[in-house]
């Protein structure tokens, strides 16, 4: 098999563990590739087994760190590579493997007995165009001056769904629902659901509430706000300003990220990481 190693660049732990994994699956005979990166933090590695994140092209990422490292994965590589996540992180929605848990899961990997978890994405288009990542977790947008509101009107499927004057709106994947949008009064949506949460972000009107509809409706954005920009994030990774002009839509992205996963159970996994977030 070849397997690409990305680790979290600000963290000793997931450095060192990255090494470990390195040196493990070349001892087993396999190519295993780091990215470029990662071994600019900890230069251990073979030089001929750097990669950019953008060239890789392997049958497993194993991401080392928290969902932030994930997230970097998805908006750099181009292939849907299958990721599997060693959590060195805080919470790790993502990344479900424990490190104790790592050679365990890498051997279950090697020989085959796994599944692959797929999860939609979102992808934005600002006047029709489309050059930003896809969104594993959500698509904010925000007010780009804090303290100050901003007002938006957003569609689904061309009908009126509200007029809001708020900090912002998030427009979020059912894996982002245990995030941003779950911290803004959004609900946890199962990811086995094709579904999408709207969820406005502190409105000035109570009544504004979040709303979950289809994964393959279209969401437009209205920004009603003068004179300033506002703010759209992708997944927290992503930023960039736009004029009020700027006509805003949403879709289900033809790509999917793909997990590796060892067990189909959702919950209590889900459950007792939302409790231990709040």
């Given at each position: 098999m070849k397997?690409?190693?990305?680790?979290?660049?600000?963290?000793?732990?997931?450095?060192k563990l990255a090494y470990r994994v390195y040196d493990f699956l070349k001892v087993s005979d396999h190519d295993v590739y780091v990215d470029v990166e990662t071994y600019e933090h900890f230069p251990h590695f073979e030089e001929a087994d750097l990669k950019p994140l953008e060239e890789m092209d392997v049958d497993v990422i194993v991401a080392i760190g928290g969902d932030g490292t994930i997230l970097r994965i998805e908006h750099k590589v181009k292939n849907n590579i299958p990721i599997l996540g060693i959590n060195m992180g805080t919470?790790?929605?993502?990344?479900?493997?424990?490190?104790?848990?790592?050679?365990?899961?890498?051997?279950?990997?090697?020989?085959?007995?796994?599944?692959?978890?797929?999860?939609?994405?979102?992808?934005?288009?600002l006047n029709g165009e489309s050059n930003i990542p896809d969104a594993l977790n959500e698509v904010a947008i925000l007010t780009g001056i804090p303290g100050?509101?901003?007002?938006?009107?957003?569609?689904?499927?061309?009908?009126?769904?509200?007029?809001?004057?708020?900090?912002?709106?998030?427009?979020?994947?059912?894996?982002?629902?245990?995030?941003?949008?779950?911290?803004?009064?959004?609900?946890?949506?199962?990811?086995?659901?094709?579904?999408?949460?709207?969820?406005?972000?502190?409105?000035?009107?109570?009544?504004?509430?979040?709303m979950v509809v289809p994964a393959d409706?279209?969401?437009?954005?209205?920004?009603?706000?003068?004179?300033?920009?506002?703010?759209?994030?992708?997944?927290?990774?992503?930023?960039?300003?736009?004029?009020?002009?700027?006509?805003?839509?949403?879709?289900?992205s033809p790509r999917k990220t793909k997990f590796v996963r060892f067990s189909k159970g959702i919950y209590p996994r889900y459950t007792l990481k939302i409790k231990k977030k709040f």
């Amino acid at each position: 098999m070849k397997f690409g190693i990305v680790a979290r660049r600000d963290k000793e732990e997931a450095l060192k563990l990255a090494y470990r994994v390195y040196d493990f699956l070349k001892v087993s005979d396999h190519d295993v590739y780091v990215d470029v990166e990662t071994y600019e933090h900890f230069p251990h590695f073979e030089e001929a087994d750097l990669k950019p994140l953008e060239e890789m092209d392997v049958d497993v990422i194993v991401a080392i760190g928290g969902d932030g490292t994930i997230l970097r994965i998805e908006h750099k590589v181009k292939n849907n590579i299958p990721i599997l996540g060693i959590n060195m992180g805080t919470l790790g929605f993502l990344a479900e493997v424990d490190p104790s848990e790592t050679f365990f899961a890498l051997n279950k990997v090697i020989e085959g007995d796994y599944y692959i978890d797929e999860r939609i994405k979102l992808r934005v288009y600002l006047n029709g165009e489309s050059n930003i990542p896809d969104a594993l977790n959500e698509v904010a947008i925000l007010t780009g001056i804090p303290g100050k509101i901003v007002h938006l009107k957003y569609y689904v499927d061309k009908s009126l769904a509200e007029e809001i004057r708020a900090d912002g709106l998030i427009i979020s994947t059912p894996t982002g629902s245990t995030g941003y949008a779950l911290s803004a009064g959004g609900p946890f949506l199962d990811p086995r659901i094709d579904g999408v949460v709207i969820a406005p972000l502190a409105p000035i009107a109570l009544n504004a509430r979040p709303m979950v509809v289809p994964a393959d409706s279209t969401i437009d954005v209205a920004v009603l706000t003068k004179g300033r920009d506002v703010i759209l994030t992708v997944d927290g990774q992503f930023y960039t300003y736009i004029h009020p002009e700027v006509e805003i839509s949403i879709k289900k992205s033809p790509r999917k990220t793909k997990f590796v996963r060892f067990s189909k159970g959702i919950y209590p996994r889900y459950t007792l990481k939302i409790k231990k977030k709040f």
